[in-house]
């Protein structure tokens, strides 16, 4: 079992950056894929980037590509996004995530954190 605690939300002038944070506790953190979604109100849960056990496969949203950063230290059992020219549009609850063998969706992660929230002003 894995437990997920996110952080480094915030308050941003669009154009800014943030580092948001995903300290993950449980000794099979290693064996898990970890993901990051956000969620606006009225919206479903929104990929915006996973990554393999091993650091090796790494994919992103359509609308995040060229901004969004994902990686892992795997010894510190943390996973981080970096969000730079960040946009309006951005504005949501940022979510970690864990899964065995996840793809893009949701549903296939079984660990979830309780968000941090990024705010962009423009």
């Known amino acids: 079992q894995v437990q997920l605690v996110e952080s480094g939300g915030g308050l941003v002038q669009a154009g800014g950056s943030l580092r948001l944070s995903c300290a993950a506790s449980g000794r099979t953190f290693i064996q898990y894929t970890v993901g990051w979604f956000r969620q606006t109100p009225g919206k479903d849960r929104e990929f915006v980037a996973r990554?393999?056990?091993?650091?090796?496969?790494?994919d992103y949203g359509d609308s995040v590509k060229g901004r969004f950063t994902i990686s892992r230290d795997n010894g510190k059992k943390m996973v981080f996004l970096e969000i730079n020219s960040l946009k309006p549009e951005d504005t949501g609850v940022y979510y970690c995530?864990?899964?065995?063998?996840?793809?893009?969706?949701?549903?296939?992660?079984?660990?979830w954190g309780q968000g941090t929230q990024v705010t962009v002003s423009s």
């Open positions: 995530a864990a899964g065995r063998t996840p793809g893009t969706g949701s549903s296939e992660y079984n660990y």
């Open positions: 990554i393999d056990r091993g650091g090796a496969t790494i």
